[in-house]
Structure formats: C-alpha cells, structure tokens
C-alpha cells in the first residue's frame, strides 16, 4: 500500500533513515480499518499493545507491560501534528481518546525513547497523529454496526488551504448500561505569514460515556450469562478537550528556524468503578507553551538541529467517596482536592554526522528541569489510606543522551541505537500519595535502551522488512500495584525481538506482517505485601505477553472489488506480580470487502471477531480478585465512503 510519507517526515520525530524503530500507519490503511476505539489501529504496529477496557477506556504498552495509574499516564508521548496533546506532568491513561485518529493522514509510533527533540513521558514511545490537511483526499463515510454502533466521519475542504475534520458516533453498548457518544473535530490551515511558511490546527474531543466495570471470577469472560453484565451500571466517564497549535518556519542564516506555539485544555469527571471504594474523581489541567527549534549544515559533513522547549500549565483533582464504606481505610468524604502549577525549561541539540559515504553518527543531548508548585484544599495528613502532604514546591533536572549509527547499503540499512527515556513524576504521583508514602521520596524515573537492527526496501523488488533486538533497563520505577498501594522505587528488565515486513506477491496481492517477542522482569524484591502482589527478583512482570503478532492479506481482485482478512495474537500473560495467575491470550480474526463504484463512491463490510472469540481485552487481579474486560463477540459493520 503506499504510505503518505511527507506529512510525517514534517512533523514526525524520527525520519525514515534515522536509527531506532519506527512504524507509520497510512491513510489507507486507517481507512480501511475504521477504527471504532483506538486499540483497533494501533495494534496493528509491531510491539503495541492496547488494552480495551469499557467503551473507549484504555491501557497502553509499547515495548513495556500495559501499564496503569502514574506509570501509564507518563510513559507513553502523545503528539498531534509533532506537538504534545498535554502538559507533561498531567497525562492520563486514556489520553488516546482526544487525538483525532478516525480521519488521521497518518500515525507515526516510535518504539522506544524518542530523539532529543521530546524529553519526559517519551520513555517506552512515542504516538504521533498527523491531521489530514488540504492537500490530502477529502472524504465522507457513515457506518452502522450490528452492536448498534452509528458513526459519521467528514473530512473535507473549506476552501485552497483550509480542512475541516469531523467525526461523530453514537454507541448503544454491547454490554448492559454502556451506552456512549463521542464527537471530535479539528481545523487546519495553512497561509504565507509575513514571510513564515505556517500551519494552524484547532483540535477539540467530547466524551459521554457509561462504563461497565469488570467481570470478577476465573476465566469469566467465556460466560456467557457474565460476558454482557454491567457489575457497576452507576459508572461514568465525561471528558473534553480542546487544542490549538501552530507550525510557522523560515529560513534565518544558514538554516530554518521552526516555532510551534500550543495551547492545550482538557477537563474530565468520572466514577472510579475499579476501586473498591466508589470514588468520583475531577481533574483538569490548561497549559501551552513554544517549541522552538533550528536545523542548518555549516561547512563540513555534520547537519545540526538545536531546540528549546517550554510549557506552562495549571491543573487540579478533587476526589471523593460519596457512600460510606465499611473499611476504615476508605473513609467517606473528600479524599483530595489539590491545584498544581508546573514549569518546563528544556533545551536540546542533535548531530547528525556522516562519517564516510555510507556511515552516519547521530548524537544528542536533552537537559531539563520540571518545577511545580502543589496547593491543597483538603485537610492534611492520614485519613484511612489515604495521604495529604502540606503544600509543598518540588523540582527535577535530568540529562538524556542519544546515540546512534546508520551503515547505509544499497539494499537498506543497518543501525545501533543508544538512548535514554526519563520522566519527571506525574502530579499525582506525587501528591495523591498512600498512608505508608512519604511527601518528597520519587524520584526522576529512567529508561537505557539499546537496539540494534537491521531494514530494507524493496528487496527482491517485492520486500520491506525492519527487525530490531533491544534490552531496556528502568530505575525508580514508580506504579500501582493491584491493591490500590503505589510503589515508589521499582527497577525492571526488558529485552525482545520485533520485526514487521510486507511483501508484495503482485501488484494486486500482497501481505503485512508483524511479531514481538519479549521477556520482561522485575529486578527487586516486594516480600511484605498481599500474596499476589509479593514480588521477587526475576518475577515476570504482569500483563507482559511474551508474543504479539499481527498479520494482514489484502487482494485487489477487481478493480473495483478489495478484500482482507486480518489475525491480530496476544500470547500468554501473568495477570499478577507473583506470577500465581494466567491469562491464556487469544487470537482474533477480521474480514473487510469493499466495493468501489464510479464516482469513488465505496460500500464496504466489516466483520471483526470473525469466528466469534471468547476473550478478554483486559485481564489482571485486583484485591485479591481474577478481573475481566470480555472483548466485543463478532459483528458486523456496515459503511460507505465517498472520496474526491
């Protein structure tokens, strides 16, 4: 399929050639799979792995154990058109629901930690969403599915140089209680700008949801009087967000300077249905700030990029129980109520060096320094579980260098790639702390990463391929374990093998392909905790799989006629730390027709889940309980595009 490669190199944060591990989703290919939720595109990169809770909730991974709470609101970047969608200190787990990636042109995911162009949250990678802009095909497309499922997506034309994007849908909910509608939409422009070449965005997400909650009990998920049940009808999930960005460039001297001026608001509210307590939680955060960055060759055979970034924001959480509970660990009433404001000061430099006429060196260096400044409103000190710390100011500084080398050959390349990924703590690892916590002891949690690989294009005129073997090693760990008690000063292990190729039999067939394979560990001892939670030194970590895979056949039969058929794997996975419990994994199939009549008018049927799977999206072990997210069972949806 071809990619649209331009966009991507323009606001992308590794180029093709660059070292490192690099995945592009096309157009096409995001059109083609009308992805519903975002785990639906996304896993079909090499290493990534998106868990599915309930509706358009989600859990990340990318090259990592899918990670929750602190760990996985700060570990993963989230950019649109090569722009953070938040401040870096106020993530949240399911941030992949404001990016607009139903029309997206492209999707850029970087395994691993990024260049030095992104510091903290691009620890295990980066998600990079490129808006379609005036240049790309415009479109329209409606879908029904037989899960009750109404989508509408438009992307079209205002004018020479102006898009509109929009996407609609209204979702009964296969499970009880779980219905949901969802609405997105995002504005490009670009003009000449007093002699800048400039881009504008104006990107926006509301979501009204109710959320089923898990299903509790060994292998539920293959029940099927539990799979559709709703444990918790009460819950819900409301969230908005808006964003405005800008890319404007000159040339100054013997380079081009680029500024991209943000800003960026979200605000959410919902019911915490996976604790056992029933709080309602509120947070919000508007921040914004300038990345700057200058690229220019001086005489010599070494390219240079310099950059400077900032972020200003403000942000707040409030929680409370509002039923008492029997526990007196979980008292009723206000358990937080905190507002944070948070500075970045970031500069960065990048070489990039050709040593012969086939070797290249890539060197860079990131240093910067997060401060926040914490207010609390809620009485301080112990009440049940939970810790207030008094108001307080903390701050961190870090370095993170990168090192790579290229051997270009005629046929592809080889590359080694050194780097480290490092990330302030998010506000509410800090100040949403435990009884047994102490106000001020996490530190800057970081990631060393290494790779070696090896890609090519067009081998045997047929064969695109990349493999990579990696080993990553993360210090001052800090993550939620399944009880609900945050762990401060983990350390962990990480190595695998990933590798995607497409090979083209004709121009009219050809197959895309994907494995992982990895053995993540523990590397410290937890003895002093529940039995499920106790942790050893060479434990597996949990909701790990060793293997992951994704493959997909596409034939042209006609020219107006396409088909597919997809196979997406999840290997087997410990669902706790002690590695007392098993999730099996599963395979699950998908099919696509579609039809192209004159005009580029296309009818199309999809069908996900094609031998109708009992599996889970989610499995892991919470207080003392085996718990389940059942994945949708198969259906059919039902669309038609027009594209001019």
């Known amino acids: 399929m071809p990619q649209r490669l331009d966009p991507v190199e323009v606001y992308g944060d590794r180029p093709q050639e660059a070292p490192g591990s690099r995945a592009i989703l096309d157009a096409q290919l995001i059109a083609d799979t009308a992805a519903d939720r975002p785990a639906e595109i996304l896993n079909q990169a090499p290493a990534?792995?998106?868990?599915?809770?309930s509706g358009q909730e989600h859990l990340i991974a990318i090259r990592s154990p899918v990670l929750s709470g602190g760990a996985g609101q700060g570990s993963f970047l989230i950019l649109e058109n090569g722009v953070?969608?938040?401040?870096?200190?106020?993530?949240?787990?399911?941030?992949?629901?404001?990016?607009?990636?139903?029309?997206?042109?492209?999707?850029?995911?970087v395994r691993g930690p990024a260049s030095a162009k992104y510091g903290s949250n691009a620890v295990h990678g980066l998600l990079n969403f490129i808006l379609p802009d005036a240049a790309s095909p415009q479109s329209l497309r409606l879908s029904y599915s037989t899960l009750e499922r109404l989508r509408a997506d438009a992307s079209?034309?205002?004018?020479?140089?102006?898009?509109?994007?929009?996407?609609?849908?209204?979702?009964?909910?296969?499970?009880?209680?779980?219905?949901?509608?969802q609405q997105k939409l995002s504005l490009i422009t670009q003009a000449d700008l007093a002699g800048w070449d400039s881009a504008f965005w104006l990107a926006a997400s509301s979501?009204?949801?109710?959320?089923?909650?898990?299903i509790q009990g060994p292998r539920a998920y293959e029940d099927d009087a539990l799979r559709e049940t709703n444990p918790n009808p009460e819950?819900?999930?409301?969230?908005?967000?808006?964003?405005?960005?800008?890319?404007?460039?000159?040339?100054?001297?013997?380079?081009?300077?680029t500024l991209l001026p943000n800003l960026h608001t979200q605000a959410m509210i919902f019911s915490q249905h996976f604790l056992p307590y029933g709080g309602v939680e509120k947070n919000g955060h508007t921040g914004g700030g300038v990345l700057a960055r200058y690229e220019f060759t001086p005489t010599g055979p070494v390219q240079w990029r310099l950059g400077a970034d900032t972020d200003f924001a403000t942000g707040y959480l409030r929680e409370i129980q509002p039923e008492p509970n029997p526990s007196p660990n979980f008292p009723q009433g206000i358990h937080y109520d905190y507002t944070v404001d948070t500075q970045l000061f970031a500069l960065w430099a990048e070489a990039d060096w050709?040593?012969?006429?086939?070797?290249?060196?890539?060197?860079g260096l990131r240093g910067e320094t997060h401060s926040y400044d914490y207010t609390t409103d809620a009485p301080t000190g112990i009440n049940g579980r939970f810790n207030v710390p008094e108001n307080r100011t903390d701050d961190f500084t870090f370095l993170t260098p990168k090192l790579g080398l290229v051997w270009d050959q005629p046929w592809g390349a080889l590359y080694a790639n050194y780097a480290r990924g490092a990330r302030a703590p998010q506000v509410s690892d800090l100040y949403r702390l435990q009884s047994l916590q102490l106000p001020g002891e996490i530190d800057t949690e970081t990631l060393d990463s290494l790779e070696i690989g090896v890609r090519g294009q067009g081998l045997y005129g047929h064969l695109d391929f990349d493999v990579a073997a990696w080993w990553m090693d993360k210090e001052n760990f800090f993550f939620r374990d399944s009880d609900g008690l945050n762990v401060p000063d983990g350390s962990t292990r990480h190595f695998g093998i990933d590798a995607q190729a497409t090979w083209a039999f004709t121009d009219n067939l050809s197959a895309t392909?994907?494995?992982?394979?990895?053995?993540?560990t523990y590397t410290f001892d937890r003895p002093v905790v529940a039995a499920q939670e106790r942790i050893v030194d060479g434990n597996l970590i949990d909701t790990a799989p060793e293997w992951l895979a994704d493959a997909r056949l596409d034939w042209q039969a006609t020219d107006a006629l396409r088909l597919s058929l997809t196979g997406e794997h999840v290997g087997e996975y410990f669902m706790d730390p002690a590695n007392t419990v098993t999730y099996p994994g599963h395979t699950v199939f998908g099919a696509r027709a579609g039809y192209t009549f004159a005009g580029g008018m296309e009818a199309y049927i999809l069908i996900r889940n094609l031998t109708d799977e009992k599996y889970a999206d989610r499995a892991d072990v919470g207080f003392g309980n085996e718990r389940y997210f059942p994945g949708e069972p198969v259906n059919a949806v039902f669309g038609l595009t027009k594209t001019f």
């Open 354 to 363: 050709q040593l012969t006429e086939g070797l290249r060196l890539l060197a």
């Open 207 to 214: 979501l009204n949801q109710e959320t089923a909650s898990f």
């Open 235 to 257: 819950a819900y999930r409301d969230a908005w967000s808006a964003r405005l960005g800008g890319r404007l460039s000159r040339e100054v001297g013997p380079g081009t300077l």
């Open 513 to 520: 392909g994907n494995v992982a394979w990895s053995e993540q």
């Open 84 to 109: 953070p969608i938040r401040s870096p200190a106020f993530g949240n787990v399911n941030s992949l629901i404001e990016p607009h990636h139903e029309v997206a042109d492209a999707i850029e995911i």
């Open 156 to 181: 079209v034309n205002l004018g020479a140089s102006t898009r509109l994007n929009l996407s609609l849908m209204d979702d009964a909910g296969w499970r009880d209680d779980t219905e949901s509608q």
């Open 48 to 53: 990534v792995n998106i868990q599915m809770n």
